[in-house]
């Protein structure tokens, strides 16, 4: 029953925002992992745009710096990805991991 599950994909026009949510259960404690957002285009690798220490430590890909931030709410037990100024380029599955385990990624369109 451990499992991350993201939400909060879809569809927005350039310049939008979308806060995706990572929910995890089954005895992953965001509060005691290093939780990571990958992205991956179609053609391109997975790629790394955000990654959380349990100590607070945080660090984006160079792409993303000053539009995206990466946070978790312990009570919840929910890692988050907020992206604020999206561009096109910014069109992938979105996909959250930590202590090992992937979630089933979320689409994120950013299109006008």
């Known amino acids: 029953q451990v499992q991350l599950v993201e939400s909060g994909g879809g569809l927005v026009q350039p310049g939008g925002s979308l806060r995706l949510s990572c929910a995890a259960s089954?005895?992953?404690?965001?509060?005691?992992?290093?939780m990571y957002w990958y992205r991956q285009a179609p053609g391109n690798q997975r790629e790394l745009v955000a990654r959380?220490?349990?100590?607070?430590?945080?660090e984006y890909t160079q792409s993303v710096k000053g539009r995206f931030t990466i946070f978790r709410d312990n009570a919840k037990n929910t890692v988050y990805l907020q992206m604020n100024s999206l561009r096109l380029e910014d069109t992938a599955v979105y996909y959250c991991?930590?202590?090992?385990?992937w979630g089933q990624g979320t689409q994120v369109t950013v299109s006008s």
């Open positions: 991991k930590g202590a090992g385990i």
């Open positions: 089954g005895n992953i404690f965001v509060s005691e992992y290093t």
């Open positions: 959380i220490f349990s100590n607070d430590y945080i």
